[in-house]
């Protein structure tokens, strides 16, 4: 299982790795489009010396590994070691497979695709429980060394990126590249949470034993019972909490409506779960009635 589970995650950084490089070569170089992060870098870099796209990445990835090694310690490099290498390889591949192709030039079109081909690879490594590095590194150098927050220093080397690439690019490229890293970073925190979102359920009801009953055998889903107080009259009550996924949420309220049709619900989502009956398999157990 533990084996499986290496394989899964090392073709996943491949995967994840390649989809974004594809994404640069047909979308981000042939509209020009500005971006933040190791690709925008070396974009600038690339105008104002020629240096080849992949070589630049390729180079500033190791530099940066390196350093975070050197400040980050061994464990985080390791996760970064993969895309270290991976992403350039992945690109210079590409624009040798494809070559001159242009799949199109439409630059909305471009910045739509780039950011959700990048949002959904980035998601996929990062789910690996991998590192893009890169760009990502000096951030965390620097919250290490002077207490800086991670997001602080990501925006601000991301807006510098964007700014150094009007040098060479007009003001309306800076727009859609504004627009182009709203939509990855929204695809990629749906990415991140992706099959992990589950419903919460809470119920206050005289008939709070029905309604646990029946979720436990018509749901098949786990229930607590929390003691409660009721603000006004003061009367004691049970509170029934239950996470179930979003698909069995209408299933679950119509259940306890046919129930107690004057039953206060509350329904929350909640970004990730984790125990018995989710992130572990079910353990039923028979126990004795005394």
Known sequence: ??????????????????????????????????????????????????????????????????????VL?????????ASTFLYPLALEFWQRVLGDFVLTDDILLCTVFSGLGIGVALGVVIRAGASTGGMDIPPLILNRLFRLPVSVGLYGFDVCILLSQTLFQP??????????????????????????????????????????????????????????????????TQIVLSIVSNRELPRVEKLIRAIDPESFLVISRVTEVKGRGFSLKKDYREEAKQ
Not at 73 to 81: D, I, S
Not at 180 to 201: C, S
Not at 203 to 230: F, N, Y
Request: aromatic share 8%; with cysteine.
């Open 1 to 70: 299982m533990a084996q499986e589970k290496r394989i899964l995650s090392a073709a996943a950084v491949l995967g994840g790795n390649f989809l974004y490089a594809l994404t640069v070569k047909l979308f981000v170089l042939p509209a020009n489009l500005v971006m933040g992060g190791t690709t925008g870098l070396g974009l600038t870099a690339n105008y104002l010396t020629g240096v080849p796209l992949s070589a630049f990445v390729l180079v500033f990835n190791v530099l940066m590994l390196v350093l975070g090694w050197r």
């Open 73 to 81: 310690g061994r464990a985080f490099a390791v996760t970064t070691l």
């Open 171 to 236: 003001a309306e490229k800076l727009l859609y590249g504004v627009l182009f890293t709203l939509i990855y970073t929204l695809v990629l925190d749906k990415m991140l949470l992706m099959g992990t979102t589950r419903t919460e359920i809470k119920v206050v009801s005289q008939k709070s034993d029905e309604i646990c009953a029946a979720i436990l055998t018509q749901v098949d889903r786990g229930v607590t019972l929390l003691e409660g107080e009721s603000g006004y009259l003061r009367q004691k």
